[in-house]
Structures are given as structure tokens and as C-alpha cells.
């Protein structure tokens, strides 16, 4: 219930094509969506994030679509450049009333852009 | 000077040493974090300070134990480690621990355990 299940565990594109990474969770009490990127020698930084009321969220070249009933909400990279090879993380939030913010991320996924 | 800075980044020792992780950060946030990311597996979140009080032990092993003397530096202190506690940690910061502020990550302490 509390896990957040990310996939593909890696992804190849070529330079200019789309990327895609799925998210899907069980816990309906989530209620916040974030993305995290990651660098090679850095630490985690945030992306993009959603909210469940909303279905599709974009900032620049990065969409992020959700689909409540279906439990699912997927990072969308168009125009996918070698700098966004980097790896991403998927969370969700699960918001206790007032207690310790608690974000359970998923196991990430490695994207490689080919120039 | 980068919001959540970690030192050391790189560290090996022995399952007897005792060692100290230091985190500072210069965001003004209430709320620091330690993370435990190892290869494949989600980042798993270990402990939560919020105005320097501990609000979170993620049912972590006594060899590790956090100190958070104010709200700008957090501390892990590591004895008796064993080897699968090879991974790399880290400090994170955020507004407040409740709202969806995001969270602001240092680069991580690399820890070898031999």
C-alpha cells in the first residue's frame, strides 16, 4: 500500500525523441505527486510536481500526466536532449494531518539520451 | 555556496570505527532529513528533524544515531557499522515537513563499510 512502483528501470532515446517513465501506486490517501532528477555525483533535485486534482501538468519540455482512477502518473520529457540523461524518481506524498511529510519515492530510472 | 552542503563526500571505514556526517544548510528551512540511497531500491528515508526535534526514526538501527543541534546542521553519527551499510547518504532540507515544499538535497556522503 505504501509502495510507489516506477518503470522502465532504464531507458534509451535518441536526442530529439520522447521520453516516458510510468508510475503507478495503490495508497489513495497520496496527494502529491513530485519528480526528482538526479545526476551522476549529485543529489536528488525536484523537477515537477502534481497534484491529484489536476490531469497533466507541464513546464517546458517536461509533462507530467496523471490518472487517478487508474492509480497511474507518468514524466513525459519531449525533445529529449543528452542533458536530461540523468536518473528519475517518481514519489508520492502521503499527508498525515499535520505530521512528518512522508515521500515515498520509487526505485528510479536511468535515462540515457543518445546525441 | 549550494543550499545543502555534505561533508565528507567520500568515506571508508572499518566495522569498529566511529565516524560523523555532517550537513549544513543555508536555505533558512525548519526541516532536515537523512536519506539512505542504495543501488536499485527507493530512496529510504531514515530520520526527520523539525525545528531541531526528532519527529521521525524510520525504525533505524541504534549504529546510527542523528543529532540536530539547530535548525541549520544535522549530524549522523556511525559506529559498529556493518558492510550492507555501504550506500550513499543524504541531507535534505525543506520549508516545513508537512506541506508539499519540496525537498532540497545535498550531494550526498558516499560511505564504504570494509
Known amino acids: 500500500q505504501q509502495q510507489v512502483k516506477q518503470s522502465p528501470q532504464s531507458l534509451i532515446v535518441q536526442k530529439g525523441g520522447i521520453s516516458i517513465i510510468n508510475c503507478a501506486y495503490e495508497?489513495?490517501?497520496?496527494?502529491?505527486f513530485p519528480w526528482y532528477q538526479q545526476f551522476p555525483g549529485k543529489g536528488p533535485a525536484l523537477l515537477i510536481a502534481?497534484?491529484?486534482?489536476?490531469s497533466e501538468k507541464k513546464e517546458g519540455r517536461f509533462t507530467i500526466s496523471f490518472n487517478k482512477s487508474a492509480k497511474q502518473f507518468s514524466l513525459h520529457i519531449m525533445d529529449s536532449q543528452p542533458g536530461d540523461s540523468a536518473t528519475y524518481f517518481c514519489?508520492?506524498?502521503?499527508?498525515?494531518?499535520?505530521?512528518?511529510?512522508?515521500?515515498?519515492f520509487g526505485t528510479g530510472t536511468l535515462l540515457a539520451v543518445q546525441p | 555556496e549550494t543550499g545543502v552542503t555534505q561533508t565528507p563526500r567520500h568515506l571508508v571505514m572499518g566495522m569498529t570505527n566511529k565516524k560523523s556526517l555532517k550537513c549544513e544548510q543555508h536555505l533558512g528551512h525548519n526541516a532536515m532529513y537523512w536519506y539512505k540511497q542504495s543501488a536499485k531500491k527507493p530512496l529510504e528515508l531514515m530520520f526527520v528533524?523539525?525545528?531541531?526535534?526528532?519527529?521521525e526514526n524510520n525504525s533505524v538501527p541504534s549504529r546510527f544515531s542523528p543529532e540536530c543541534p539547530n535548525s541549520s546542521h544535522l549530524f549522523l553519527h556511525l559506529h559498529t557499522l556493518q558492510p550492507e551499510d555501504s550506500a550513499l547518504y543524504l541531507c535534505a532540507s525543506s520549508q516545513d515537513p508537512q506541506g508539499g515544499s519540496p525537498l532540497h538535497f545535498g550531494n550526498g556522503t558516499r560511505l564504504t563499510v570494509t
Open positions: 528533524y523539525n525545528f531541531k526535534e526528532q519527529t
Open positions: 495508497n489513495t490517501a497520496f496527494d502529491y
Open positions: 502534481i497534484r491529484p486534482d489536476v
Open positions: 514519489a508520492a506524498r502521503r499527508n498525515y494531518g499535520g505530521a512528518t511529510n512522508k515521500l515515498i
